[in-house]
Nanobody, 121 residues
Framework: QVQLVESGGGLVQAGGSLRLSCAAS????????MGWFRQAPGKEREFVAT????????YYADSVKGRFTISRDRAKNSVYLQMNTLKPEDTAVYYC??????????????WGQGAQVTVSS
């Protein structure tokens, strides 16, 4: 079993930055990827970024490419999402996840409770 706890959400003005953290506990992650998804009110959960735990390879949604950076710290069992040049359309609840490498929510087995990110214009 894997437990995921996000932190670092909040309110920021457009153009600002936030860093989300996700601390994982439980079984080891050598065979897993860690992903970030987000869900805005009235919309479906959408893929943001994922990182392969073994070698740190990252993959991003087009909407955040060049603005967001996903990283991981294997010693701390943590994954991070650095979000720069934030836009109002980035407003959503952001979820950390652990599972197979991919951009579909069903490919991830474990989920955190979510962190609210609000970007004001």
């Amino acid at each position: 079993q894997v437990q995921l706890v996000e932190s670092g959400g909040g309110l920021v003005q457009a153009g600002g930055s936030l860093r989300l953290s996700c601390a994982a506990s439980g079984r080891t992650f050598n065979s897993y990827a860690m992903g970030w998804f987000r869900q805005a009110p009235g919309k479906e959960r959408e893929f943001v970024a994922t990182i392969r735990w073994s070698d740190g390879s990252g993959y991003y949604a087009d909407s955040v490419k060049g603005r967001f950076t996903i990283s991981r710290d294997r010693a701390k069992n943590s994954v991070y999402l650095q979000m720069n040049t934030l836009k109002p359309e980035d407003t959503a609840v952001y979820y950390c996840s652990a599972g197979a490498w991919g951009r579909q929510a069903y490919e991830y087995d474990y989920w955190g409770q979510g962190a609210q990110v609000t970007v004001s214009s």
